[in-house]
């Protein structure tokens, strides 16, 4: 199983600032990673695909980047709405996901 | 417009075997390609990948949990069923229907269901 490791846990950021959350892959997963957000009770929302494609409707101050073992996702400037839980998800080789990244007000 | 929503009991107790109900719109299970996927959420946990449904009737299943899991479909319905045997209090979690993308993503999900496992 491709063990997903995500860093930091929690992230302190003030709104309009930029955010940086990595997620690494025990191995290479190639380019077959996404990225959630997930706020409190609610389901997650896909935001990225194919570790840089915005998923439909997400604003473009979220990109992602990277290929086969080191992933990131920035924020570039946060809003209020922002504040939420982040996951990756590999499926290179069937599906897991990482523990989460909480982006938490600074 | 995609939408899912799960349905089923808030509440079982040990040793019972949940039942799950997936009711979606938006798409079809006979088409070619689609795909529907459970995964679960223990409360303030991260997320775990259960089973997948396809439109050909191929399942498959988490290596970790298979022995207890059955994943089935009613297409006329558009309904996707999941069965957990065996429940144990650490499957108390929201349990998320979702649509599995071509890729292998999820761009479509359900609202959830918390399912607490207790006597």
């Known amino acids: 199983e491709i063990v997903m490791t995500q860093s930091p846990a929690t992230l302190s950021v003030s709104p309009g600032e930029r955010a940086t959350l990595s997620c690494r892959a025990s191995?290479?997963?190639?380019?077959?990673l996404a990225w959630y957000q997930q706020k409190p009770g609610q389901a997650p929302r896909l935001l990225i695909y194919?570790?840089?494609t915005r998923a439909t409707g997400i604003p473009a101050r979220f990109s992602g980047s990277g290929s086969g073992t080191e992933f990131t996702l920035t924020i570039s400037s946060l809003q209020s709405e922002d504040f939420a839980v982040y996951y990756c998800?590999?499926?290179?080789?069937?599906?897991?996901f990482g523990q989460g990244t909480r982006l938490e007000i600074k | 417009q995609v939408t899912l929503k799960e349905s089923g009991p808030a509440l079982v107790k040990p040793t019972q075997t949940l039942t799950l109900t997936c009711t979606f719109s938006?798409?079809?299970?006979?088409?070619?390609?689609?795909?529907v996927s459970w995964i679960r959420q223990p409360p303030g946990k991260a997320l775990e990948w259960l089973a997948r449904?396809?439109?050909?009737?191929?399942?498959f299943y988490s290596t970790s949990l298979k022995t207890r899991l059955t994943i089935s479909k009613d297409t006329s319905k558009n309904q996707v069923v999941l069965r957990m045997t065996n429940m144990d209090p650490v499957d108390t979690a929201t349990y998320y229907c979702?649509?599995?993308?071509?890729?292998?993503?999820?761009?479509?999900w359900g609202q959830g269901t918390l399912v607490t496992v207790s006597s």
């Open positions: 979702t649509r599995w993308s071509t890729g292998g993503y999820f761009d479509y």
């Open positions: 938006g798409f079809s299970l006979s088409t070619s390609g689609m795909r």
């Open positions: 449904i396809d439109w050909d009737n191929d399942k």
């Open positions: 191995q290479s997963v190639s380019s077959n």
């Open positions: 194919g570790a840089s």
């Open positions: 998800q590999q499926y290179n080789n069937w599906i897991t």
